[in-house]
């Protein structure tokens, strides 16, 4: 039998929900207008979601909710009092991106199933290992896996009863996602928050290859690749656009579900893309999936090309004729279609069922419910007697019960909870009622819990939890220590006067050179490893057989993989700048759940944002106050676009030997820098180092150990001395010296801290 996916559909707002669900989409997946990587999308509001997931399971849809932002201390009260609705609702699960709310997940909310957003950047499998110790139950892979590679992972995750999910359809990012902070330091406007102000397809000053949109990727569309997507053993195939509008969405799930049906049918996997062509795109390619990275990849125009799609492959000879023709007739096309689509949503429904709640009762009697909620009537009536107010409150103070006045305004209030489900109280009947009557506080909650629990069936009201307050403790007491990041043989001798801690920097493609890197560890035992975030494939296994033999006694490491794999080896272990840890339930969970040894605390966080992280016991905090700073990482070739390569895609070779450099300028005169390295991925970099002294005396007690990193980008930022005497002057600043902090202003200039000040 064919295997049968999931067909999962965006819901940026309810009308596209709706749309999703017309359109035949298994289950959706939407935000809130709070706590979701889609902040500019319309997103929905917490009182329309009992409604939302009424209708989709009305019509066997389901429903996930996006929670996959990196959330800051101060956020976690107004998180966890949603969480404590959510889990009294019927939701199927949860897609997340923090730690922290992983771990308060896994520990408090178990009735939610959880799904790891691609926001996790999952692509080895140590990372899904790493997400099954949290109770992960799907797992939405890295956008720029191979087939290969997916399938790989998708069997991995299947032994431990994870489920998959690919994206399919929709935008295609230049860079890993979870891992891009372009629009975090240009802007302050952070990607992990939701924010993305979308650098990568803005306009730049042309380039030598005539391009003005180089980091401009076409969409991806998998339209053509079912039958690989079924032998890999995909679960859920995902379609991107929680930013479009619900004629976009009914096309693009119509159109996959039609093609579905037929492969379902008679196992044929090709069928008719002209609507996909139809709504917003620009024009598709599957090269990640494929694994043809080549510069056809890439176009020079951020907009919609639908018409030029039509005027081309309905050309009469006169293009700009054509163009028009192709213009107009894209116009009336999308004029029916929402038409159509709107007529067909109509005639689903959010609205609230109509819900009304008859009193009755007099002095000395029990209160009598009756409750109305469209063909569904039930009766309750209270355990104690009413009382009159007046007859209350003549007992002595001490036995004095609650005043709780049966009056319009306070019933009214005591059943608001009703409302917050799928029903909507619109008359409360008081006819029968005597007035100025009383009932314990107590009595009338009970009443309440009774009429929802009637409501709603047999699901069981979850109490709410409460989270212990954590109190951040800077209580570091020891001088903090300096750190040194290098990345190559010869900058081991520029250390050799200095009592920092050495790291050593892997690349993230060193298969074939393992048995060069297992040497420097074992000649240099001062030597730490610093493991890079992206391991893929066979240099993520040569990553485990360095571990193997090199046995270190600690490694710090940018990739949960890695961290899996120390924690099940008995490796102390901290974890690396971008793994993104920003609030105190995160440094939790790594402690907690993988006996993590410390960790870096992100540059994203401003200066106050970081005062309120409270450390676990033994567990130490290091900070970045110096370093190139790495905006993305690509699987393609940046240079396309800028100054060309001879070749037309991008091999493992190029990332073994290319250490081409190139820059690019926006249209707000930011110049970014395109540097590769050998063994690494391309990367775009901000014009300045970051240089954050300040933090130093900002917060003396928090950190155990900061952290230099030599790495060589060519930039615009100037150092004036060697990297002997660069140490020193950190050193120096360490110790507390006055007027250290001036001098490595003087010898490095040209840095930005600009992310310390403003946060995210």
């Known amino acids: 039998m064919t295997k049968k996916f999931e067909l999962l559909a965006p819901g940026g707002d309810i009308e596209s929900i709706k749309a999703a ?82 771990h308060l997940l896994a520990t408090h909310f178990t009735s939610l199933e959880v799904h790891a957003s691609t926001q996790l950047t999952t692509h080895n499998a140590g990372q899904v290992k790493f997400l099954e110790q949290l109770d992960v139950e799907r797992v939405n892979l890295c956008r720029e896996l191979n087939i290969d590679e997916i399938k790989e992972l998708v069997d991995i995750g299947h032994q431990r009863g994870i489920s998959s999910e690919v994206f399919v359809h929709g935008s295609y990012c230049i860079g890993f996602s979870g891992m891009c902070y372009l629009s975090s330091v240009l802007e302050g406007k952070s990607g992990n928050r939701g924010r993305c102000s979308q650098h990568c397809r803005d306009a730049y000053q042309p380039t030598a290859q005539g391009m003005s949109y180089p980091l401009n990727l076409r969409d991806n569309s998998a339209f053509n690749d079912l039958h690989q997507l079924a032998q890999a053993g995909v679960d859920s195939l995902k379609i991107e656009g929680r930013m479009k509008k619900f004629h976009y969405v009914y096309t693009v799930v119509d159109s996959w ?15 008719d893309d002209t609507a996909i062509y139809r709504v917003f795109n620009r024009t598709f390619s599957n090269g990640f999936l494929t694994g043809e990275l080549n510069k056809n990849m890439f176009i020079d125009n951020p907009r919609d090309s639908s ?3 039509f005027s081309e492959k309905n050309s009469t000879g006169n293009a700009d004729d054509g163009l028009k023709g192709a213009k107009r007739d894209l116009y009336d096309a999308r004029t029916v279609i929402m038409e159509d689509v709107r007529a067909e949503i109509e005639t689903l ?56 006045g049966l009056d319009h305004d306070s019933l009214r209030q005591r059943f608001e909870t009703l409302d917050e489900i799928r029903f909507q109280l619109q008359k409360l009947d008081l ?18 819990k009774k009429i929802l629990s009637r409501l709603v069936g047999e699901h069981k009201n979850i109490a709410a939890v409460m989270l212990p307050r954590l109190t951040a403790k800077h209580e570091v007491v020891t001088q903090p220590k300096l750190a040194v990041l290098i990345s190559s043989v010869e900058q081991i001798a520029v250390c050799s006067d200095s009592t920092a801690t050495l790291y050593f920097q892997l690349p993230s493609c060193f298969s074939h050179d393992l048995a060069h890197f297992v040497d420097i560890f074992r000649q240099n035992s001062r030597l730490i490893p610093w493991f890079p975030a992206l391991l893929i494939g066979e240099h993520y296994t040569a990553a485990i057989e360095l571990l193997a033999q090199v046995q270190p006694e600690r490694i710090v490491t940018n990739n ?52 309120l992280i409270a450390n676990p016991d033994d567990f130490d905090l290091h900070y970045s106050l110096f370093h190139p700073v790495l905006l993305l990482s690509s699987r393609q070739c940046l240079l396309h676009q800028i100054d060309g390569c001879e070749k037309s895609r991008i091999d493992d070779d190029c990332q073994q030997h290319c250490t081409r450099t190139a820059t690019i300028t926006n249209e707000k005169h930011d110049t970014l820098i395109v540097h590769n390295s050998k063994g690494n991925y391309p990367s775009l970099y901000h014009s300045h180092h970051f240089l954050n002294s300040d933090i130093v005396t900002d917060l003396p007690k928090l950190f155990s150990g900061f952290l230099i990193d030599l790495s060589v980008v060519e930039n615009e930022t100037i150092v004036s001395v060697n990297q002997a005497d660069l140490i020193e002057l950190f050193e120096t600043l360490l110790a507390g010296e006055g007027g250290a902090k001036l001098d490595l202003e003087r010898v490095v200039q040209h840095t930005t801290d600009a992310q310390y000040h403003q946060g995210i």
Not at 65 to 74: A, F, P, Q, R
Not at 369 to 385: D, I, M, P, Q, Y
Not at 567 to 584: Q, V
Request: glycine share 6%; aromatic share 8%.
């Open 21 to 102: 669900i017309v359109a035949g989409a298994d289950a959706v997946y939407c935000g809130l207008n709070h706590f979701n990587a889609r902040n500019r999308a319309t997103n929905i509001e917490i009182g329309d979601l009992n409604q939302v997931l009424r209708l989709a399971h009305a019509n066997q849809c389901k429903v996930f909710l996006t929670i996959n932002i990196l959330i800051i201390e101060n956020e976690f009260k107004s998180l966890i009092n949603l969480l404590n609705k959510l889990v009294n609702t019927t939701l199927d699960g949860v897609i997340v991106q923090d730690l922290g709310l992983f």
């Open 560 to 611: 949960s993989g890695i961290a899996y794999e120390a924690y099940k080896r008995g490796i102390s272990w901290l974890a690396g700048p971008h793994l993104n840890s920003i609030n105190s339930y995160t440094l939790l969970c790594l402690k907690e759940r993988f006996n993590c040894a410390g960790a870096f605390i992100s540059n994203e966080l401003s200066r106050e944002q970081i005062a």
């Open 257 to 271: 579900r039609k093609l579905l049906n037929q492969f379902y049918a008679t196992g044929q996997s090709r069928s």
């Open 431 to 448: 006819t029968e009622l005597e007035s100025q009557l009383f009932l314990p506080f107590k009595e009338m909650t009970v009443i309440s």
């Open 307 to 309: 018409a030029l799609h």
């Open 349 to 404: 429904t959010t609205e609230k069922i109509p819900l009304s709640v008859k009193l009755s009762g007099r002095n000395g009697e029990l209160l009598q419910v009756e409750v109305v909620a469209a063909e569904k009537t039930f009766r309750l009536c209270s355990k104690g007697r009413l009382a009159l107010v007046d007859i209350v409150s003549t007992e002595p103070p001490q036995h004095k019960p609650r005043p709780n």
